[in-house]
């Protein structure tokens, strides 16, 4: 029997410990797309309790929680900060089989050097523990970041959003990359006039311009999206339910812009030849200026309106959607593609269902213009566990080039996730190493640890072309 979480975790082959251990474990970590707060690597943050780096904002953990009967009072609400904890750590043991479990002792051993199974019995032990680290110097958020040899962040960020806190990290002169992305999703969101038209009333502050037209709006968010790259942005991201691709005019979008200006709600019909034009003038503006465009498709978002209205967004009331994604995505990648308009563009399903259709949807626009010019990305949200990342790599290893995927990403509010990148480089080496033994691949170690450090680091690293000076140059100043 195996010691869990031993130096071998995961890994079921002599193989595949090699390859872990001489070739993946210290490879540095591009983390291009987070939810990490960029105010709190600018203040350099330490943290006044495990609590409230471990548990403040995490949904996932709340839900788990919840389905084992712990109030909400214990979770987003004002119970005292080791109550929230003591409720944490008596559901862990509930959470066998769950990826919270190898999560959150991946987490304790690796920032914290703990190696206690965390339950009711172990929390104040390692409440105390947890809590008098990061009370030191070496555990404030850009140290916990260069603990984990994070190389590049990529946070994600509003067009109104100043990006001060990201010319302050500049200006530091910290050696850790953190970059804005931009995500214009509230930005076209035209479901309701009124959030839509507050919405718009920030933008033209941001912007310093009055919105009067649907040119107006254009100009206003084309000021953004060049105020974005002259601060180092070359990345944008969208979250939506699907690829919006209705045949639209600009009349037409003209006349829906003024009449929502007014305080009128759209039409359905009217929502989605609105959504799709922004849709597609974003994608172009991205591939004029050479970003990565990135698209997280498939949640089905705010299921418990009553808790919506109580918590609002991003508490844990979200699911897989069941939506149908194939043509409309096929039509907007062709629209963009026929103009030679198309970016590179990495896809995120949530949905297993469609993993097939995106591991080949990205073969139809790869040209050969870049190595993976079309990304399948990695298992997001519900599927970044041990099942949902085999999954995909092995349909895209089926269906397209696993050697030139860009590999993980956190997608994580939390500065203590970055041992899913580990957990992520586990599982990618006991594919491999299981294959190897099985005589499916020739043991050319050296070839595959190669392929597997492309896959960990250097695809990403290139593919964003972060491996250059251009991302270096001075920021601009807030305006």
């Not at 970590?29 to 987070?34: E, G, K, M």
């Not at 907007?332 to 563009?345: I, P, S, V």
């Amino acid at each position: 029997m195996k010691q869990f979480l031993d130096d071998h975790f995961l890994l079921q082959t002599k193989t595949a410990e090699r390859l872990y251990h001489e070739f993946a474990k210290e490879m540095p970590i591009i983390d291009y797309h987070c939810h990490l707060p960029p105010d709190q690597i600018a203040a350099d943050l330490n943290f006044g309790n495990l609590t409230q780096v471990w548990l403040y904002g995490d949904h996932y953990k709340w839900r788990a929680m919840r389905t084992n009967g712990v109030s909400e009072r214990f979770c987003t609400g004002d119970a005292p900060d080791f109550e929230k904890f003591l409720k944490w750590a008596e559901t862990v043991p509930y959470t066998l089989r769950n990826p919270l479990y190898h999560w959150t002792h991946l987490e304790l051993r690796r920032y914290f050097g703990v190696n206690d199974i965390l339950n009711a019995s172990t929390a104040a032990r390692i409440y105390e523990t947890c809590t008098a680290q990061l009370q030191e110097p070496g555990f404030s958020v850009r140290n916990l970041l260069r603990k984990m040899n994070v190389n590049v962040v990529c946070t994600t960020d509003d067009p109104i959003d100043s990006l001060g806190h990201h010319q302050q990290l500049k200006a530091d002169g910290f050696e850790i990359r953190v970059l804005p992305a931009f995500r214009p999703d509230k930005a076209m969101n035209v479901d309701d006039a009124v959030s839509f038209n507050d919405y718009l009333a920030k933008l033209e502050l941001a912007s310093d311009t009055t919105i009067a037209t649907y040119s107006d709006y254009l100009d206003a968010l084309r000021n953004r999206h060049d105020y974005f790259a002259e601060n180092g942005c070359s990345v944008s991201d969208h979250g939506l339910e699907q690829v919006y691709a209705e045949d639209y005019t600009e009349a037409e979008i003209e006349a829906i812009f003024r009449k929502i200006r007014s305080g009128k709600d759209l039409t359905q019909d009217e929502r989605l030849k609105f959504k799709s034009a922004a849709l597609e003038i974003f994608a172009v503006w991205d591939h004029e200026k050479g970003w990565v465009q990135q698209y997280h498709l498939g949640a089905l978002r705010n299921n418990n309106s009553r808790m919506m209205r109580r918590l609002g967004a991003d508490t844990g009331w979200d699911s897989i959607g069941d939506f149908s994604q194939g043509k409309a995505l096929a039509r907007f990648l062709d629209r963009l593609d026929t103009k030679d308009q198309l970016a590179k563009t990495i896809l995120y399903n949530l949905n297993p269902a469609d993993n097939e259709l995106m591991a080949t949807m990205i073969g139809n626009f790869n040209d050969g213009s870049a190595a993976g010019k079309i990304q399948w990305g990695s298992g997001w949200w519900f599927l970044d566990q041990k099942d949902g990342m085999t999954k995909q790599l092995n349909a895209l290893s089926n269906m397209g080039l696993l050697s030139k995927f860009v590999g993980m990403l956190t997608d994580s509010r939390s500065f203590l996730s970055y041992p899913r990148h580990e957990y992520f480089r586990r599982i990618l080496c006991n594919l491999f190493g299981d294959e190897i033994e099985n005589g499916e691949l020739p043991a050319d170690i050296d070839w595959t640890g190669s392929v597997i450090q492309d896959i960990c680091y250097r695809n990403a690293n290139r593919y964003f072309n972060w491996e250059t000076a251009g991302h270096q140059q001075p920021l601009t100043a807030a305006r």
